[in-house]
């Protein structure tokens, strides 16, 4: 059956360093993949999409790659700021008529200052 | 005021009872969906609808029911609670077409005794 795996084991960095998330699954061809953050008590934030024939997306301080021979997506933050502490969710769709995603279970970033 | 809105935000209710959970959006979408979330599992899809006459079972609607009673409602039902009903219940909306995020709701915290 397909599976998302993302870090269980939350991720401490230093303010100022890189952040460095993964998202690996199995089973699964994905057309796209979406990065989503979210705070304790509140719903998921999208931040990023990457479809299956791009390698890299960038936005802002957030950098995304996708990695389908792999079968992998790694989600960095650069000069990670305590703001950016929360859990992170990579989501994947087959996209066409559904367009349904399935979520990884997130991984806990920690930002210490 | 918020895109996507839940009511209630908490709820605590016993096994055997009947429980409505009400999501409304602003943001014109045509498709909505409901989600449960719990630790280690991620969140989870029990219904989504296309448009107000396409209602579909996500990967978990046994227990559940939904009506979508105009294009910016859509209540998710549970006609039976039980005590492993309890979660974190999120709805989302997205607009139609591929490669689209989905916008979610604060959540609702039901809790079944």
């Known amino acids: 059956s397909q599976k998302i795996e993302q870090n269980s084991e939350a991720l401490n960095i230093q303010e100022g360093k890189t952040a460095t998330l993964t998202c690996n699954y199995t089973?699964?061809?994905?057309?796209?993949l979406q990065w989503y953050r979210q705070d304790p008590g509140r719903g998921p934030v999208f931040l990023l999409l990457?479809?299956?024939?791009?390698k890299e997306k960038r936005k802002e301080r957030l950098k995304v790659t996708f990695d389908t021979t792999l079968k992998q997506s790694l989600f960095h933050i650069t000069a990670s700021q305590p703001a950016d502490s929360a859990t992170y969710l990579c989501?994947?769709?087959?996209?066409?008529?559904?367009?349904?995603?399935?979520f990884g279970t997130g991984t806990l970033l920690a930002v210490q200052p | 005021d918020a895109d996507v809105t839940q009511t209630p935000r908490n709820r605590i209710t016993k096994t055997g009872k009947r429980i409505m959970l009400e999501c409304s959006q602003t943001?014109?979408?045509?498709?909505m969906y409901w989600y449960r979330q719990d630790p280690g599992l991620g969140l989870r899809l029990i219904y989504y609808?296309?448009?107000?006459?396409?209602?579909n079972k996500g990967e978990i609607s046994d227990g559940y029911s939904v009506s979508r009673q105009a294009q910016a409602k859509f209540s998710l039902s549970l006609e039976s609670a039980i005590p492993n009903q309890t979660a974190l219940y999120f709805c989302?909306?997205?607009?139609?077409?591929?490669?689209?995020?989905?916008?979610f709701g604060p959540g609702t915290r039901l809790t079944v005794l």
């Open positions: 989302a909306t997205s607009a139609s077409g591929s490669y689209n995020e989905q916008f």
């Open positions: 609808s296309f448009d107000v006459k396409d209602i």
């Open positions: 989501a994947l769709s087959r996209g066409g008529a559904t367009n349904k995603l399935i």
């Open positions: 089973n699964y061809s994905p057309a796209y």
């Open positions: 990457i479809r299956e024939n791009e």
């Open positions: 943001k014109g979408h045509d498709r």
